[in-house]
C-alpha cells in the first residue's frame, strides 16, 4: 500500500452490516414463529440484505478510490452473509 492510497473505512465496513442485521433478525423471527422453518428464508434474504449492505457501504465510504469502495462494500456483505 502506497503512502497516498486511503486506508479502508472500517466504521462503515462494520457499521453497515450492524444496521441491517436487525430487520434480517426479525424476519427470520416471525418466520419462524410462524411455523415455517427459518432455513427456508434464511439464505436468500441474507443475499439480498448482502447486495443492500454493499450498495449502502458504497454510498457512505469516505473514499474516493473505486477499488477502496468495492473491497469495502464486498468485506461489509461478507461480514453479513456470516
Request: aromatic letters at 8%; a positive charge; one cysteine or more.
Amino acid at each position: 500500500m502506497t503512502a497516498s492510497s486511503p486506508n479502508l473505512d472500517l466504521r462503515t465496513i462494520f457499521e453497515t452490516p450492524i444496521h441491517q442485521f436487525i430487520p434480517w433478525l426479525a424476519s427470520v423471527l416471525i418466520v419462524t414463529w410462524a411455523g415455517y422453518p427459518a432455513v427456508v428464508c434464511v439464505t436468500p434474504l441474507a443475499w439480498l440484505i448482502a447486495l443492500r449492505v454493499g450498495n449502502i457501504c458504497t454510498a457512505r465510504s469516505k473514499n474516493e478510490s473505486p477499488q477502496r469502495r468495492l473491497t469495502e462494500s464486498a468485506l461489509a456483505g461478507g461480514i453479513i452473509g456470516l
